[in-house]
């Protein structure tokens, strides 16, 4: 079992940049394959990005690509998400889960564990 903790959301003009964290406890890390997703109010869950178990392979939604970056370090037991050139529709709790099946995977039920999640307000 792993426990997740994201950290770094907060309220940011558009055009800025945030970097998310997801810090992780428990089992070993690099046994998970990881992914960020985010909840706008009124609407679902979406697939934002993931990463593989070592960061050698990541996939990203088409909204946030060439924006957003996902990266882990194994060693820190941390991943990130660093947000640049942010947007109003940006606005969503941010939320970190992990998975010890196969990575990549853009459907949220495909992950066991999940943090408590972290509030990112983009105003225009």
């Known amino acids: 079992q792993v426990l997740l903790v994201e950290s770094g959301g907060g309220l940011v003009q558009a055009g800025g940049s945030l970097r998310l964290s997801c810090a992780a406890s428990g089992r070993t890390f690099s046994d998970y394959a990881m992914a960020w997703f985010r909840q706008a109010p009124g609407k679902e869950r979406e697939f934002v990005a993931a990463?593989?178990?070592?960061?050698?392979?990541?996939r990203y939604a088409d909204s946030i690509k060439g924006r957003f970056t996902i990266s882990r370090v194994n060693v820190r037991n941390i991943m990130y998400l660093q947000m640049n050139s942010l947007k109003p529709e940006d606005t969503a709790v941010y939320y970190c889960?992990?998975?010890?099946?196969?990575?990549?995977?853009?459907?949220?039920?495909?992950?066991?564990?999940w943090g408590q999640g972290t509030q990112v307000t983009v105003s225009s």
């Open positions: 990463i593989s178990w070592t960061g050698g392979g990541t």
């Open positions: 889960a992990a998975t010890i099946a196969s990575w990549g995977s853009r459907r949220d039920r495909d992950y066991d564990y």
